[in-house]
């Protein structure tokens, strides 16, 4: 398989065929991007802010990253008139970081965050996960590497309406056909503060409650990666907050690369890296969050 660009990056400077070593950005028709002298060549990046993320930790960007995404489209063709959610999209997350994806609705965030959680397939283009290639896996090796690697939560909470708080977070188990143990599941439902809520089901729970259950069921098969599409967009700002820092906790404690869709400009300012999306594409200014919502 083919390495990460860091060598290739130093080619040359006219962006054909370049991609920024902490993003993964294709530099390819970007106006004004940034040099660095590490490398003996020079290295080159999207903005300012991935240059001193790379100057900060080399060591980090020359591996593999955990995610990349290459070339990736999305169309979906609606009474003959195709849609591009996705526009060749080129991302990089790596192992252990916070990412927010921001942008105005309808640029492509779900889409891009289904796609990374092999929930969507693309319509073409490469997502390498752990360095694996996923086109490549048939349907029960995808079903497999996505219980195993993936924890969702999405805004709606989607729990299983007739099921207890208990059942809804053991489910994974059952489908995974792995051992449910008791005892485990009790104290992570006393830990995340819902002792004796445990026999309840969705409906005699809060909103905040429900979406620490779906969290809990996200990370009972123990994911390496925990995927959120706008998780606090239900929740007052206090009950989110706390969801959030349970959320930090986990990538700064547990080292849970954690990827985040989110509207809320004070979660972006947390994360180490910001994808913003628009018209289907990352654009290249990840600090921006703000402005995106005032264009
Ligand atoms: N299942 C679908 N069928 C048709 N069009 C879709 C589907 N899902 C998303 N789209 C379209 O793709 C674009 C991106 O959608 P989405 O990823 O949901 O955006 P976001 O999450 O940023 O609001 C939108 O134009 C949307 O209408
Ligand atoms: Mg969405």
């Known amino acids: 398989m083919r390495k990460t660009s860091v060598q290739n990056n130093t080619i040359n400077n ?3 065929g370049m991609f920024d070593p902490v993003c993964g950005m294709n530099l390819k028709g970007i106006d004004e991007f940034k040099k660095n002298q590490l490398a003996e060549k020079g290295l080159f990046f999207c903005s300012d802010h991935c240059k001193s993320r790379f100057e900060k930790n080399p060591e980090k ?4 990253p955990l995610i990349k995404l290459r070339n990736v489209q999305k169309v979906f063709n609606l009474g003959g008139v195709d849609t591009y959610a996705l526009k060749d999209l080129d991302i990089y997350i790596w192992e252990g970081d916070f990412v927010a994806i921001i942008g105005a609705s309808g640029s492509g965030k779900s889409t891009a965050l289904n796609m990374i959680g092999l929930l969507d397939k693309p319509t073409s283009g490469d997502i390498f996960l752990k360095g694996v290639n996923i086109s490549d896996l048939n349907d029960e090796e995808k079903t497999k590497f996505r219980s195993e690697t993936f924890g969702f939560i999405f805004q709606q909470y989607n729990l299983i309406p007739w099921l207890t708080a208990f059942e809804n977070i053991s489910l994974p188990l059952i489908f995974s056909g792995k051992g449910i143990n008791n005892k485990k599941i009790n104290a992570s439902i006393e830990g995340i503060g819902l002792g004796g809520r445990s026999l309840h089901r969705p409906f005699e729970l809060s909103g905040g409650e429900q979406q620490r259950v779906a969290l ?3 990370l009972v098969s123990d994911p390496d990666i925990i995927l959120g599409d706008e998780p606090t967009g239900n929740l007052d700002s206090s009950t989110g907050n706390k ?14 690369t954690l990827l985040i869709v989110t509207h809320d400009a004070d979660i972006a300012g947390k994360a180490d890296q910001i994808i913003t999306m628009k018209d289907g594409k990352a654009i290249k200014d990840h600090q921006v969050y703000k402005k995106i919502y005032t264009e």
Not at 243 to 256: A, P, Q, R, V, Y
Request: charged share 40%; hydrophobic share 40%; glycine share 8%.
């Open 14 to 16: 006219t962006g054909e």
């Open 61 to 64: 960007f020359q591996n593999e």
């Open 216 to 218: 809990l069921r996200a």
């Open 243 to 256: 969801l959030l820092d349970i959320l930090l906790d986990l990538n700064k404690k547990e080292g849970k």
